[in-house]
């Protein structure tokens, strides 16, 4: 799946599980079926979560489907039986039919919103459920033949030992088999087992892979947006983002990644070369041992990022998108404004670099390779401003003058306003 429609396919499905209507569903259902990132990020956790509250006398829900550790499920214990037991046994077996048939609905009304993952849902129950082996039934049959042929290989090794001819080897026991059709008591378990690895998992191919290490590469601590928690948030992104990985980083790799992303403000820049250099927190035990520990660095660098952002200190911040650092290499490259009051980046013209400050309006052009004078450039920001604000009448009634770069904003320009009018700055609009 294309990494920027798998995100907007999160967002969709994120705000399904904040608005859902809870008489018929116990979570937001699952949009669209996608695969990846919606359904292992999102509606697989609500889902589940949601079936945790969903009790009996016996088990929850999520005990029934899910783990299957419910009185009488594949993992769990038997149902009570034994003496004055009798009536126990009797209500834990109908509570464990009733949590088969309400959470097939479930499945049925969350999973298979859309009809065709309901189609498909139901046939698996048609075509190959019905009348298949329990999971148990399966796992001895199994363990079964396997010992038969470990037998056999046995005797064929002493045979040979001996110098004598192996001996025609036994027979193996039958594997598992269903009754025609019925389902299986752990049915449902199956089914939900089924939709998570071939309906809801992303497919585990080499697609996946280099999707999920383009994905890795481009992260950006801006990803998550500028504000107060940026440092935590993009440390939980990115160990989320990790984790859904076929085959995670190590920590150390972690480690790399989220450092050489922290290239504001200037006191924590510094202090992410040193910790590359020569890292200060590391995992003291287990099988990560001697590794280092992002997650104390980032408790230490969050508590600096905290205090600078609540000193007002130069809040805006801007970031190059690309390799270039120097003037020269600006030029031609797309540069992008991050702002705290803002609640995405906003991209501007290549070359130019505009500097934001909370309440005021400042900005700064540097022209690189151009033959745009100051006056030139002035006027052409004038206009384009203007413009994008809707505000109609000559240049000269709505004069931008030096006092305006440097001092306070107008007041008829709202952020937002300002933002839509940056936007629409391009080096290639120029005239």
Partial sequence: MDFAYEKSQIASQAAAQANF?????????WLKGARGGPWTEVFKPSFEEALRKITDNFSSQYEHLVTQTAYGGANGPAHPAGTGLAAINVQSTAAF????????????????????IKEK??????????????????????NAIAAAVAANQAAANAAIAAGNAPPVPGPLPPPAIG????????????????????????????????SQDSEFENFKLTDVGIN??????????????????????????????????????????????DQLQAPTFIIAVGPNAGQPDLGT????FEEIWHVIWDRGVDPAIISVVGSGNTPAELTDRRCTVYHPRLSRPHHLGDGCVYKVKSGIVSMILLIQKTKITA?????????????????????????????????AAPSCLSMGKMATAWINIRRGHRT
């Avoid at 993009?234 to 989220?258: C, G, H, M, S």
């Avoid at 006056?375 to 006092?403: E, K, V």
């Fill in 121 to 142: 849902i139901k046939e698996q129950v048609r075509s190959v459920l019905t009348g298949a082996p329990d999971i148990p039934a399966v796992t001895a049959a199994n």
């Fill in 21 to 29: 209507d809870a008489k018929k569903y116990i979570c937001g259902p």
């Fill in 297 to 300: 660095l980032v408790q230490r």
């Fill in 375 to 407: 006056i030139n450039s002035m006027a052409y920001i004038q206009r384009h401003i203007w413009t994008s604000c809707g505000i109609t009448g000559t240049i000269s009634n709505h004069p931008i003058s030096s006092h305006h770069l440097n001092g």
């Fill in 228 to 273: 107060r928690n940026t440092i935590s948030l993009a440390y939980e992104a990115l160990t989320r983002l990790n984790n859904q990985r076929t085959v995670p980083f190590t920590p150390d790799r972690l480690w790399i990644k989220y450092l050489q992303q922290v290239k504001f403000p200037r006191q924590l820049a510094d202090k992410a070369l």
């Fill in 179 to 210: 009754v025609a059709g019925q389902l299986p008591f752990d049915w449902l378990g199956q089914l939900y087992q089924w939709i998570d690895l071939n309906l809801g998992q992303a497919r585990q191919n080499g697609l996946l892979t280099a």
């Fill in 97 to 116: 039919r009733t949590r088969d048939e309400k959470g097939y609905g479930l499945i049925l009304s969350h999973m298979g919103y859309e009809p065709g």
